[in-house]
């Protein structure tokens, strides 16, 4: 795996992204790419306006990324698939 830059936060460091699998894909726009259940980079027609709605998924690349729980999946800008943690927890909302 491969390590991008911290971020500091008042708790300390966090890390940004990580690379999981280099994949290189080319991507196309009008498209949204995303990692599928099964791990693969998929891509969808994007919905704009009234034009009508997405396309259905097609998989570009086979990853084969096995997922955890508590990261993002991402397609990042060099096509390859990353994950970043999950923020959880947040501020406490205020009561009325």
Known sequence: MFYFPEK???GGY????QK???VGVKKQAGYL????????V??????????GKGG???VVAQAGVKKESGYL???????DV???QMARGGRKKKRK
């Not at 966090?14 to 992204?17: H, L, P, Q, S």
């Not at 027609?45 to 034009?51: I, L, N, S």
């Open 56 to 58: 259905k998924p097609e």
């Open 14 to 17: 966090i890390k940004m992204a």
């Open 82 to 84: 990353s994950r970043a």
């Open 33 to 40: 790419y995303f990692v599928d259940k099964k791990g693969n």
């Open 8 to 10: 500091k936060l008042k």
């Open 42 to 51: 998929a891509r969808a027609k994007m919905a704009r306006g009234k034009k």
């Open 73 to 79: 999946y991402f397609v990042d800008k060099q096509g």
């Open 20 to 22: 999981v699998a280099k």
